[in-house]
Nanobody, 113 residues
Framework: QVQLVESGGGLVQPGGSLRLSCAASGAIFSIYAWAWYRQAPGKQRELVAAITSGGSTNYADSVKGRFTISRDNSKNTVYLQMNSLKPEDTAVYYC???????WGQGTQVTVSS
């Protein structure tokens, strides 16, 4: 049984930072790519960042230079460091195992003063 559990969301002021974590179980974590998506109210879910098994990364244009995805294979965890947060980053953030039906439950990120 694969489980993805996100944590680290919350309320932050514009310009602030948050780090999201996604702990994976039930999969051989180190050999797969992992991704973060987000969904804002009234909008479609969109890819934020992804990381391959070899550590290559890609980002949505809207977060390049502000967000960093990373992974710790020893902890079966993928992270999303979010800096210089903007109100438009407000969304529910989801962890995903690409190419599968496995998603985390989501964690709310709210950027507001």
């Amino acid at each position: 049984q694969v489980q993805l559990v996100e944590s680290g969301g919350g309320l932050v002021q514009p310009g602030g930072s948050l780090r999201l974590s996604c702990a994976a179980s039930g999969a051989i974590f180190s050999i797969y790519a992992w991704a973060w998506y987000r969904q804002a109210p009234g909008k479609q879910r969109e890819l934020v960042a992804a990381i391959t098994s070899g550590g290559s990364t890609n980002y949505a244009d809207s977060v390049k230079g502000r967000f960093t995805i990373s992974r710790d294979n020893s902890k079966n965890t993928v992270y999303l460091q979010m800096n210089s947060l903007k109100p438009e980053d407000t969304a529910v953030y989801y962890c995903n195992w690409p190419g599968t039906r496995y998603w985390g439950q989501g964690t709310q990120v709210t950027v507001s003063s």
